[in-house]
Structures are given as C-alpha cells and as structure tokens.
C-alpha cells in the first residue's frame, strides 16, 4: 500500500526539505519502517527506545488518530494521508 505522509517542519531535514513524501507499508509500522529505509533516522525521531510511538508525537492516519485506533497497527489503505504532527507545548 502506497500512502502520502506529511512530515512536519522539525523533521523535513531527513526528507531533504520535503513537506510530504510516499511510504509503503499495510500498516502505521511498517510505513514508519518504509520512511526510516528512505529517509534514515526518522523513526528514531517518531517511535521511542522501546519501538513505540513517542509521548509527544501525534500521528494520524486520514483523519485518525491512531492512539484511539490500533496503534502502529492500525491499518493503512492505499492512498490515505498519513500526518505525523509533534506535540506543541509552552506558553506564560
């Protein structure tokens, strides 16, 4: 299954500058697998030390949330959007 992933400013220097790029992969997993293969070093910036998506980053299959879905397993078709977005803290 081919899938647009949106990738985030913050991480567009393992994309070479791309906003959005293709993956392949049945699964949130092995997309996430499919981008570290083509652009080295981004999964280490999405999944933690124990192969699970870090706290602060939020990723959406469409216009899911895969946390309230199955996680990296959660299943993505053919053509869907993938949006990996990290999580914005601060303030006063």
């Known amino acids: 299954m081919s899938v647009n992933v949106r990738i985030p400013t913050i991480l567009r220097t393992y994309t070479g500058g791309e ?3 293709t993956a392949e992969g049945a699964t ?3 997309v996430i697998a499919d981008l570290d293969k083509n652009h080295q070093g981004i999964a280490a910036r999405v ?3 124990t192969g699970k998506l870090r706290r602060f ?3 959406y299959i469409n216009d899911d949330d ?3 879905e199955q996680g990296l397993q959660t299943p993505t078709p053919d053509g869907a959007g993938v949006s990996i977005i990290p999580a914005v803290a601060g303030g006063c």
């Open 57 to 59: 980053v939020n990723v």
């Open 28 to 30: 949130l997993s092995e």
């Open 47 to 49: 999944l933690d030390d």
């Open 66 to 68: 895969v946390r309230f």
């Open 19 to 21: 906003a959005e790029v």
